[in-house]
């Protein structure tokens, strides 16, 4: 059992089927200790892939995508929620329905930091069925940079956004990988 893992099952939490919570260390609470491991673990995976920029979406993937983009000495972008009051000039944009909301955000980034020379490493905390990486995948590829990989904290196997991310060819990197949680016993099971 990796770290991750064992951090899910002392504090992680099963708020329903689909729901973990893991906000005594990753989306409230941030367990700075914990984020700089995950951060070195997605730099040993991806290193001597050239990657250029980090790329995640505000606000929770922010912070694992800090020490990952300090690893690799690049620097860090995230997608914006649309309405944001503070962007500036010509943006990409694209389209993901929020898996905890459940409702359609625009997620936004300026076309200033993102360029077709960009080998872009995806950053997300979670991965349950795949909208919010993919609404970051149509922004590398609208940018005409590349997509070398994706990095997820804690992957929910049982729903279909791994198969399908996998599917479509991309090298997608999970750390914990969940392939059964009960609301009523509390137990997860990893993969
Ligand atoms: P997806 O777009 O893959 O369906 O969902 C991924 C996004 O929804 C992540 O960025 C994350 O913020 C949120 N999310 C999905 N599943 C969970 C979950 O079980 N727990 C928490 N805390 N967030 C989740």
Redesign the pocket.
């Known amino acids: 059992m990796n770290f991750l893992e064992m951090k899910i099952l002392k504090e992680g939490q099963v708020k329903s089927d689909?729901?973990?919570?893991?906000d005594n260390f990753l989306?409230h609470r941030l367990d700075i200790d914990l984020l700089e491991q995950l951060g070195q673990e997605f730099y040993r995976r991806f290193a001597g892939e050239k990657i250029t920029k980090i790329l995640t979406?505000e606000s929770?993937?922010i912070a694992i995508a800090y020490p990952v983009a300090k690893a690799f000495g690049v620097p860090l972008i995230f997608a914006k929620k649309d309405p944001s009051p503070n962007l500036d000039g010509e943006t990409y944009v694209a389209e993901?329905p929020s898996?905890?909301q459940g409702k359609l955000d625009r997620v936004i980034l300026a076309k200033k930091f993102l360029s077709p020379e960009d080998r872009v490493l995806i950053i997300?905390?979670?991965?349950?069925?795949?909208?919010?990486?993919q609404s970051l995948i149509s922004i590398v590829d609208s940018a005409e940079a590349e997509v070398v990989g994706l990095g997820i904290a804690i992957e929910?196997g049982f729903q279909e956004?791994g198969h399908r991310i996998r599917n479509l060819g991309y090298r997608l990197e999970s750390i914990a990988i969940v392939d059964s949680m009960n609301p009523v016993t509390g137990t997860i099971t990893f993969r």
Do not use: E, Q, Y
Not at 18 to 22: D, G, K, Q, R
Not at 124 to 133: I, K, Q
């Open positions: 689909t729901v973990l919570m893991a989306n979406i929770s993937g993901v898996f905890t997300d905390d979670f991965l349950a069925n795949g909208c919010a990486v929910k956004g």
